[in-house]
């Protein structure tokens, strides 16, 4: 089975020899192809800023790249940017692929339905010590196992050196040869797949990093200054010569769910997304991924979205998602964190006041900012009404690479948060209505950080190092220069090798106690909750306080069910009326009697299931 997306710019491989070249120039007015090092060749203009060349003798594994040959760049050499692959990094000639030489398992794969999602948010080169696709390949039974039933990887388009997020990729068709090859990774999702595990992707569609992205030597309107974004002139989505942006990164998207096979895209940072057209490029991105590939399988597309904007989230009358699938629920991690860690400030000290209803408004509500002023913003509205919503469009979580590596010292939530509290939270987290996500290690409190690093050009690191310091210096525990000094150099190579996951640990205490807490946690929704998920709508859930830390909420599940949590996230016991049903789980700290007696002590959890439709 061979899978292949037709672009109308790169290189695409023609049936029978031979490779079409295409390039969007508008700022030169002449290329020139550069071929496997020997060659320079005039590419053909037809208007409207396109270059082509179709050459019989190229094929794949052809070097290229494009030459300007006039302009304030002329002589400059330039990577593909829609390059499949690009061997020698970001500054190097591009690689020809032939997408149609892989061929993936005769398989019936067709993905899963969203409600089924248990997410596991991994990076490639920390995952495990290899440190690419291959690595995870290893890793796949022990994920199955565990109750994983979706990976979601951090950008891999190719970033500039050997380590990085992600987020600074400049060639997002091309997977970072530090990771391996393309059909390495495509290897990866044919893998996922025979295991039942879908895949999904984080894009980058708000900005591209600041070392490498070369669309500014000869399409300058690939950006629009009238849109200023802290990476400077926004992506040109919307005003004169939008058009090829806009396909370019819609290509992009259904690239990488039809040649890669992909279950899904996660649609990085939305808000910093300037476009005043209609449709948005949100809108139109979706539309074609849900009127397209959507057609034939199940694709899920995830949003992260500080704006809160709930009518991304809309579903048709078939309940099926319209512009984005879910998006990641900020506002969930930010209450369970100042919950669990007791710490409130930046943007915390919008959760530090009524936590316990801010928490009911997330679990029965979706967003916990609903067109509420936010005092961390100056009093900025924030957030639409989300109660509509099926808990299936928000993504939970008490960790992610955000929340753990914008930390100083990236330290996860078990190195703030007491045993207790992590039983606690993670048992509200993985039997809730909503999709769970977990990121790679949280399962088994790994001791490893995840800290922010890079790997940039002497110049560029320099500046980078200097203002991840100086980013800290508003907070009191970093006032000191000398304290400063002492939060990891992004660039530096030990930065990097202190975040890669020690699997030898798992055999170890606490490790092992707290990996037979998730696989347990993970067989009950398994077993109990994803059953009956479909057609939920939005539950005609109703949370009731109990205490400023403890609270309860029930949901009616899609088969007329009702599921039932009581939560204590309080240092002090409390009493309540005893919930009905059959228990499910209970924290270590609950015995039954207490359970009986409707009493709750400090971080204990109790979820019951009353599977008759009750009166």
């Given at each position: 089975m061979k899978h292949h997306h037709s672009m109308p710019f790169g290189a695409e491989p023609i049936e029978g020899g031979g490779v079409s070249f295409r390039l969007w120039a508008p700022g030169v007015g002449a290329v020139a192809l550069k071929l496997d090092e020997a060659r320079e060749l005039p590419m053909m203009s037809p208007g409207t800023g396109w270059f082509e060349l179709t050459l019989p003798t190229a094929g794949a594994g052809s070097r290229y790249q494009f030459r300007l040959q006039d302009g304030p760049n002329e002589g400059m050499l330039v990577p593909d940017p829609a390059s499949r692959y690009n061997p020698d990094d970001i500054h190097g000639p591009s690689e020809v692929i032939d997408p149609v030489a892989?061929?993936?398992?005769?398989?019936?794969?067709?993905?899963?339905?969203?409600?089924?999602?248990?997410?596991?948010?991994?990076?490639?080169?920390?995952?495990?010590?290899?440190?690419?696709?291959?690595?995870?390949?290893?890793?796949?039974?022990?994920?199955?196992?565990?109750?994983?039933?979706?990976?979601?990887?951090?950008?891999?388009?190719?970033?500039?050196?050997?380590?990085?997020?992600?987020?600074?990729?400049?060639?997002?068709?091309?997977?970072?040869?530090?990771?391996?090859?393309?059909?390495?990774?495509?290897?990866?999702?044919?893998?996922?797949?025979?295991?039942?595990?879908?895949?999904?992707?984080?894009?980058?569609?708000?900005?591209?990093?600041?070392?490498?992205?070369?669309?500014?030597?000869?399409?300058?309107?690939?950006?629009?200054?009238?849109?200023?974004?802290?990476?400077?002139?926004?992506?040109n989505f919307d005003g004169e010569g939008s058009r090829p942006v806009r396909d370019f990164f819609i290509h992009n998207a259904l690239y990488w769910l039809e040649e890669y096979q992909l279950d899904g895209l996660r649609l990085d940072a939305i808000h910093a997304i300037c476009d005043d057209g209609s449709p948005d490029i949100v809108e139109e991105l979706g539309a074609a991924v849900r009127d397209g590939p959507g057609s034939e399988r199940q694709i899920h597309l995830i949003l992260e979205n500080d704006r809160n904007q709930a009518r991304y989230l809309t579903r048709d009358k078939t309940r099926r998602w319209r512009y984005g699938t879910a998006q990641w629920n900020d506002d969930i991690h930010h209450v369970l964190h100042v919950l669990a860690s007791n710490e409130s400030d930046g943007y915390y000290a919008d959760y530090a006041t009524e936590p316990a209803r801010l928490l009911g408004r997330c679990l029965a509500e979706g967003f916990a900012y609903q067109g509420d002023a936010s005092a961390f913003r100056d009093g900025e509205v924030r957030g639409e009404p989300s109660a509509h919503l099926p808990p299936a469009a928000f993504v939970d979580f008490l960790q992610t690479h955000d929340q753990i590596g914008n930390r100083a010292f990236g330290e996860r939530l078990c190195h703030l948060a007491s045993p207790n509290a992590m039983e606690a939270v993670t048992a509200l987290l993985l039997l809730a209505p909503q999709p769970p996500m977990l990121f790679m290690g949280e399962e088994f409190a790994a001791a490893q950080p995840f800290l922010f690093f890079c790997d940039f050009g002497p110049e560029l690191a320099r500046a980078v190092t200097e203002g991840r310091r100086r980013e800290f210096s508003r907070f009191a525990r970093f006032s000191d220069p000398a304290a400063r000094e002492r939060i990891p150099d992004p660039n530096a190579e030990a930065t990097f090798t202190a975040c890669v996951l020690d699997w030898d640990s798992l055999a170890n205490a606490p490790h092992h106690t707290v990996l037979e807490l998730h696989r347990r946690l993970l067989s009950l929704r398994r077993q109990w909750i994803v059953p009956r998920l479909a057609g939920m709508d939005n539950g005609a859930a109703k949370f009731e306080l109990l205490s400023q830390r403890a609270l309860s909420v029930i949901w009616r599940l899609g088969d007329g069910s009702q599921l039932t949590l009581v939560a204590n996230l309080g240092e002090e016991a409390i009493e309540t009326v005893p919930p009905t049903g059959t228990l499910l789980f209970a924290t270590s700290r609950l015995d039954n009697s207490s359970l009986a007696a409707g009493q709750m002590p400090a971080w204990s959890v109790a979820w019951h299931l009353q599977s008759e439709n009750p009166s």
């Amino acid at each position: 089975m061979k899978h292949h997306h037709s672009m109308p710019f790169g290189a695409e491989p023609i049936e029978g020899g031979g490779v079409s070249f295409r390039l969007w120039a508008p700022g030169v007015g002449a290329v020139a192809l550069k071929l496997d090092e020997a060659r320079e060749l005039p590419m053909m203009s037809p208007g409207t800023g396109w270059f082509e060349l179709t050459l019989p003798t190229a094929g794949a594994g052809s070097r290229y790249q494009f030459r300007l040959q006039d302009g304030p760049n002329e002589g400059m050499l330039v990577p593909d940017p829609a390059s499949r692959y690009n061997p020698d990094d970001i500054h190097g000639p591009s690689e020809v692929i032939d997408p149609v030489a892989f061929e993936w398992p005769d398989e019936e794969w067709r993905g899963r339905p969203w409600e089924e999602a248990v997410i596991y948010e991994l990076h490639i080169g920390t995952f495990t010590p290899a440190g690419n696709f291959d690595g995870v390949i290893e890793r796949l039974d022990y994920l199955a196992e565990l109750g994983v039933t979706a990976l979601e990887i951090m950008p891999v388009a190719d970033f500039p050196g050997r380590h990085n997020w992600g987020y600074d990729g400049v060639l997002p068709f091309a997977p970072d040869a530090a990771y391996g090859r393309p059909e390495d990774f495509k290897r990866l999702v044919a893998a996922s797949h025979e295991r039942g595990l879908m895949v999904l992707l984080d894009v980058v569609y708000n900005h591209f990093g600041p070392e490498g992205n070369y669309l500014h030597a000869y399409a300058p309107t690939f950006f629009n200054a009238q849109h200023e974004t802290p990476w400077g002139a926004a992506i040109n989505f919307d005003g004169e010569g939008s058009r090829p942006v806009r396909d370019f990164f819609i290509h992009n998207a259904l690239y990488w769910l039809e040649e890669y096979q992909l279950d899904g895209l996660r649609l990085d940072a939305i808000h910093a997304i300037c476009d005043d057209g209609s449709p948005d490029i949100v809108e139109e991105l979706g539309a074609a991924v849900r009127d397209g590939p959507g057609s034939e399988r199940q694709i899920h597309l995830i949003l992260e979205n500080d704006r809160n904007q709930a009518r991304y989230l809309t579903r048709d009358k078939t309940r099926r998602w319209r512009y984005g699938t879910a998006q990641w629920n900020d506002d969930i991690h930010h209450v369970l964190h100042v919950l669990a860690s007791n710490e409130s400030d930046g943007y915390y000290a919008d959760y530090a006041t009524e936590p316990a209803r801010l928490l009911g408004r997330c679990l029965a509500e979706g967003f916990a900012y609903q067109g509420d002023a936010s005092a961390f913003r100056d009093g900025e509205v924030r957030g639409e009404p989300s109660a509509h919503l099926p808990p299936a469009a928000f993504v939970d979580f008490l960790q992610t690479h955000d929340q753990i590596g914008n930390r100083a010292f990236g330290e996860r939530l078990c190195h703030l948060a007491s045993p207790n509290a992590m039983e606690a939270v993670t048992a509200l987290l993985l039997l809730a209505p909503q999709p769970p996500m977990l990121f790679m290690g949280e399962e088994f409190a790994a001791a490893q950080p995840f800290l922010f690093f890079c790997d940039f050009g002497p110049e560029l690191a320099r500046a980078v190092t200097e203002g991840r310091r100086r980013e800290f210096s508003r907070f009191a525990r970093f006032s000191d220069p000398a304290a400063r000094e002492r939060i990891p150099d992004p660039n530096a190579e030990a930065t990097f090798t202190a975040c890669v996951l020690d699997w030898d640990s798992l055999a170890n205490a606490p490790h092992h106690t707290v990996l037979e807490l998730h696989r347990r946690l993970l067989s009950l929704r398994r077993q109990w909750i994803v059953p009956r998920l479909a057609g939920m709508d939005n539950g005609a859930a109703k949370f009731e306080l109990l205490s400023q830390r403890a609270l309860s909420v029930i949901w009616r599940l899609g088969d007329g069910s009702q599921l039932t949590l009581v939560a204590n996230l309080g240092e002090e016991a409390i009493e309540t009326v005893p919930p009905t049903g059959t228990l499910l789980f209970a924290t270590s700290r609950l015995d039954n009697s207490s359970l009986a007696a409707g009493q709750m002590p400090a971080w204990s959890v109790a979820w019951h299931l009353q599977s008759e439709n009750p009166s």
